[in-house]
């Protein structure tokens, strides 16, 4: 089967897609001034328009990957999280604390899902 991708980079593509599966790129915020609840929103954002573009969305998420900067963070985020999230809909995921590539990121997010 083909691998489609969208988006690519020197470095990556925000959106391979293989055999109706959506892999995103780690996913973080643009606007590094905000504080965690800010970062989550936008990143969530970035989620949202990118499975879109790839015939996709947030029921349809198997999987996601939570990397945060502090676990102090854990609340805030999980605010943004739960209100984002589908009820019925709610992915597997993972969350843990990590050295990030750019100390100003306060939350990166990685997503796999399911084409509609």
Not at 9 to 25: F, M, P
Not at 50 to 57: F, I, P, V, W
Request: aromatic share 6%.
């Amino acid at each position: 089967m083909e691998i489609q991708r969208l988006h690519v980079g020197k470095r990556l593509s925000e959106i391979a897609i293989h055999n109706g599966t959506v892999y995103l790129a780690g996913q973080i915020a643009e606007d590094t001034a905000q504080d965690i609840v800010g970062q989550t929103r936008e990143v969530l954002g970035h989620v949202d328009r990118l499975l879109a573009e790839a015939g996709s969305g947030k029921t349809r998420i198997l999987s996601c990957q939570i990397y945060i900067a502090d676990m102090a963070y854990f609340p805030g985020m999980n605010s943004v999280w739960d209100g984002w999230v589908v009820p019925g809909h709610t992915p597997p995921r993972a969350t843990v604390e990590a050295k990030l590539a750019n100390p100003a990121c306060l939350v990166e997010i990685v997503v796999v899902a399911a084409q509609a």
